[in-house]
């Protein structure tokens, strides 16, 4: 995550408590960010 993701994206993800809403947020911004990729290449 810290390699892939900006600092505002980490700091939602650490922001979360608990590892399920942790593990939703990383999910959600990756899916968010890929798609965005995906959408501009």
């Known amino acids: 995550m810290y390699e892939i ?9 650490n922001n979360q408590h608990g ?3 942790k593990l939703q947020a990383f999910y959600r911004i990756w899916t968010r960010n890929e798609a965005l990729f ?4």
């Open 5 to 13: 993701f900006n600092k505002r994206d980490q700091q939602q993800v």
């Open 19 to 21: 590892q399920n809403a």
């Open 38 to 41: 995906k959408a501009i290449n």
